[in-house]
């Protein structure tokens, strides 16, 4: 093409905008000792990046500081904080401070390190921030909670609405310190975010970041429960009551718990909440490349979408993340009538509904020997 000259290229569809979709993402809460002017999320990848931009770890900052120390840790990536004062903290700065991580951001999971007590009006807030930008939230116990406290504070946002959206860690645990021969103690919430954007590097969102999937390679030790060891029905207690335990299996520090919030046993694995955030965040970024799309009379536009959300769910089926002998017995795409209907396109509306069925996670594994006399043959397989 020679200059000057017009040149005409034609496109099947306009490149789609960058919408993130990068589920390892932390987003954090807490105080810090700089705060932007104006106030800003901002983003870190290491703790020299958050140092020069929120200011050195010291006492009032420390949770912050420490919970970002052990993210990084445990091989997260990215994260995002939203700065907050160091003192007097109320529900409302909790607020401000998650309305200033908003959804355009991507999924991810969410922390308030600094919200010790780990009030209820706090942790409500969070999982309704959770369910409106399509994120989970990892909540911590408060040190030295027994029990009894750790199955009451899980037992306080069962009902909540948005409950499907969290999880809640415990106990406590202690990491290096920032000396030689020292430790800080911390809430296993930050710990459980970067095991899970370590996870996010190799698995789907589906698989449980617990077991062998959930070791700790930052923790050095398990902070005791209560004033007696536990027992096994203590642990299966907790569990039940939706408490995900960090525990000392065969000498590695792992999550061996991965339970989410909710009560409702469709949404009861937290895997489920995670897959559900990953699915969400593709979904929009396939739909927003057919913002402004010509939606034609003979259903080429309409096909079209459905394929590409039939493609995105087909890789999370070949992951084993949907459940079924089949793609089909798996997941649907529904987009037509009643789901697009002449009102609706006229209307400038592009609709789909995905149906998806998503693969569980082996809580319990039984094994049964079966001694076999010399004198008898074995059973085929």
Not at 76 to 101: C, E, F, H, R
Request: with cysteine.
């Amino acid at each position: 093409m020679t200059r000057p000259g017009v040149e005409i290229v034609t496109i099947d569809n306009p490149t789609p905008a960058q919408v993130p979709t990068d589920t390892s993402v932390l987003f954090v809460c807490g105080a810090t000792g700089i705060q932007p002017s104006p106030l800003a999320p901002v983003k870190v990848r290491s703790m020299s990046d958050y140092t020069a931009a929120l200011g050195q770890r010291t006492a009032p900052t420390a949770a912050t500081y420490d919970a970002l120390d052990s993210f990084f840790g445990e091989g997260g990536g990215i994260a995002y904080v939203s700065p907050m004062k160091s003192s007097n903290l109320q529900v409302a700065d909790y607020q401000a401070a998650l309305a200033l991580l908003d959804k355009g951001l991507g999924p991810g999971q969410v922390i308030t390190p600094d919200a010790a007590a780990n009030l209820a009006t706090v942790q409500s807030a969070v999982l309704a921030h959770c369910a409106a930008a399509n994120r989970v939230a990892l909540f911590s116990s408060a040190a030295a909670a027994d029990k009894t406290a750790l199955l009451a504070a899980a037992a306080a946002l069962a009902s909540d609405i948005n409950a499907s959206y969290g999880a809640f860690f415990g106990p406590t645990c202690e990491v290096p310190g920032l000396t030689a021969g020292t430790t800080r103690q911390i809430g296993w919430a930050a710990l459980e975010a970067g095991i899970i954007a370590r996870n996010d590097l190799t698995l789907n969102q589906d698989v449980a970041a617990a077991g062998d999937n959930g070791q700790s390679a930052f923790a050095l030790s398990i902070d005791p429960v209560g004033t007696a060891a536990l027992t096994d029905q203590d642990y299966q207690d907790l569990n039940a009551g939706g408490v995900c335990m960090a525990r000392n299996r065969y000498g590695t520090l792992e999550t061996y718990g991965y339970r989410s919030l909710s009560t409702d046993p469709d949404w009861v694995q937290f895997g489920w909440a995670r897959l559900r955030m990953a699915i969400a965040a593709d979904a929009e970024a396939i739909g927003e490349a057919y913002v402004f799309s010509q939606i034609d009379g003979r259903g080429k536009t309409i096909s079209r979408f459905a394929g590409d959300l039939g493609a995105m769910l087909a890789g999370y089926y070949q992951q084993g993340a949907l459940y079924g002998d089949t793609a089909e017995d798996a997941f649907r795409v529904r987009v037509a009538p009643p789901i697009n209907t002449d009102a609706t396109i006229a209307n400038g509306e592009l609709h789909a509904q995905l149906l998806v069925r998503m693969s569980p996670f082996s809580e319990l594994v039984r094994i049964e020997i079966v001694k076999v006399a010399i004198t008898q043959a074995l059973v085929a397989a």
